[in-house]
């Protein structure tokens, strides 16, 4: 059984329309993590969220933005995508300690027209 | 910064033999950990294996085992009695220890194709 669902699986937008992908957990966890990645690049965090607390990454672009309203939901806003943010966009779950495993989705594939 | 080197885009073995995965890193960092992520064909990436970096002793899963060499700052993938099923994108990835969170630095991936 999926424990880690991201919806849709495969996302076309058009250049510079907003568009939302989503993430939802079934194993309570409370890391909630974002990965672009790109052809034939390594998987890049985005950002991530410890229980309520966002924290971005430095070189996150500011058209990236994320909502996480309760514990099983996470959401990655892009305000104003452009050709340059089609990618693979992962989302990732853990239980809060850096020896634990991380559980991935698999994953919403975005095409930007 | 930490860096993940994977030099191998593609390999291929054939079913049953064994292939090593390469995988080199770089951090400024004394305690930390490796891993192994594998990403199937559509399907969600897997953890594989992992290392403490404060163990000397390699880690082995079943068929999966490692080569970390701390001062070389190496850390391969041994896959023994290789099936099909072990087609797949292999990730190598690190992470600080101590930290509240598993945030993953990623290699480019190797591809791997196990052939009948």
């Known amino acids: 059984d999926a424990m880690v669902i991201q919806n849709p699986r495969y996302q076309v937008t058009q250049f510079g329309k907003p568009v939302t992908l989503s993430c939802s957990q079934t194993l309570n966890h409370n890391v909630m993590y974002w990965y672009q990645q790109k052809s034939s690049q390594a998987p890049k965090l985005l950002f991530h969220y410890y229980d309520k607390d966002f924290n971005n990454e430095a070189d996150t672009p500011d058209n990236f933005q994320s909502r996480r309203p309760n514990t099983s939901f996470c959401f990655l806003d892009i305000r104003s995508p452009g050709l340059g943010d089609a990618a693979m966009y992962l989302c990732a779950t853990s239980r809060g300690a850096v020896d634990t495993e991380a559980f991935f989705g698999q994953g919403t594939r975005l095409t930007v027209v | 910064a930490q860096t993940v080197t994977q030099s191998q885009p593609e390999m291929s073995v054939q079913e049953a033999e064994t292939v090593t995965l390469s995988c080199t890193y770089d951090?400024?960092?004394?305690?930390?950990?490796l891993f192994w992520y594998k990403q199937p064909p559509s399907r969600q990436m897997i953890l594989v294996i992992r290392?403490?970096?404060?163990?000397?002793q390699n880690a082995t899963e079943n068929r999966f085992s490692v080569n970390f060499q701390k001062a070389a700052k190496s850390f391969s993938l041994k896959i023994s009695d290789s099936q099909l099923g072990d087609t797949a994108m292999y990730f190598c990835?690190?992470?600080?220890?101590?930290?509240?969170?598993?945030?993953?630095?990623f290699g480019t991936g190797t591809l791997l194709a196990v052939q009948p």
């Open positions: 990835a690190s992470a600080n220890y101590g930290g509240a969170t598993n945030k993953l630095i």
């Open positions: 951090t400024s960092e004394n305690n930390y950990y």
């Open positions: 290392q403490e970096a404060y163990k000397q």
